[in-house]
């Protein structure tokens, strides 16, 4: 069992920052790319940003240039800053690493973006 376990979610209003963490296994940490998911209500879990083990980030259209994905390489633990946040970014963000054939996922924390 891969250990992924977020935190950092909250109540925020839009325009407003949030940083999201994501602690794993020091294994996984050095050799595998991890993802952030996000659900919204009433829609599937979607793709947000991904880092890769040689810090190489990719984003969705939706939060490019308002949020940035990091690797603490001191430390096991991913990060998502999540700057100018918008009613649409609510949702329950997943930490995801796929892992010798296995996809994994965190419990879950919760953003919710309202004024």
């Known amino acids: 069992q891969v250990k992924l376990v977020e935190s950092g979610g909250g109540l925020v209003q839009p325009g407003g920052s949030l940083r999201l963490s994501c602690e794993t296994d020091?294994?996984?940490?050095?050799?595998?790319?991890m993802a952030w998911y996000r659900q919204a209500p009433g829609n599937q879990r979607e793709w947000v940003a991904s880092?890769?083990?040689?810090?190489?980030?990719t984003y969705t259209g939706s939060v490019r240039g308002r949020f940035a994905i990091s690797r603490d390489v001191f430390n096991p633990t991913m990060y998502l800053q999540m700057n100018s946040l918008q009613i649409e970014d609510t949702g329950v963000y997943y930490c995801n690493v796929n892992y010798s054939t296995e996809t994994y996922w965190g419990q879950g924390t919760q953003v919710t973006v309202a004024s």
């Open positions: 880092i890769t083990a040689g810090l190489s980030a």
């Open positions: 020091p294994m996984i940490f050095r050799f595998y790319t």
